[in-house]
């Protein structure tokens, strides 16, 4: 069973940095796909950045490149995003997700293929 934990949360002033990490486990094969996703209430789901673990492609929304970088250790066990320049936009619930496999070429704009999902951990990045 697949599980994916994440940490790392917190509230910090615009210009910031914070550093999520996504503890993945109970995938069966090596070499698949994890993604942070973020929300704010009332507003869509918003992908921010992809990896697939087996090999070095990363995916990035427009709105993070270049503040954000989506990494992994230990062959997908954990995934980190790092975020500087942090602004307050960039405040909601940020969520791992993954799938197995390479990454759908449809991420991060869309869930698609992302069938596991963490329960999240919070982001307040105030003005």
């Known amino acids: 069973q697949v599980q994916l934990v994440e940490s790392g949360g917190g509230t910090v002033q615009a210009g910031g940095s914070l550093r999520l990490s996504c503890a993945a486990s109970g995938f069966p094969y090596r070499g698949n796909c994890l993604a942070w996703f973020r929300q704010v209430p009332g507003k869509e789901r918003e992908g921010v950045a992809a990896?697939?673990?087996?090999?070095?492609?990363?995916d990035y929304a427009d709105s993070v490149k270049g503040r954000f970088t989506i990494s992994h250790e230990n062959d997908g066990d954990t995934v980190y995003l790092e975020m500087t320049s942090l602004r307050p936009e960039d405040t909601g619930m940020y969520y791992c997700?993954?799938?197995?496999?390479?990454?759908?070429?449809?991420?991060?704009?869309?869930?698609?293929?992302?069938?596991?999902w963490g329960k999240g951990t919070l982001v307040i990045v105030s003005s």
């Open positions: 990896i697939y673990t087996g090999g070095s492609r990363r």
């Open positions: 997700a993954g799938g197995s496999g390479p990454c759908p070429l449809t991420l991060p704009e869309s869930s698609f293929g992302m069938n596991f």
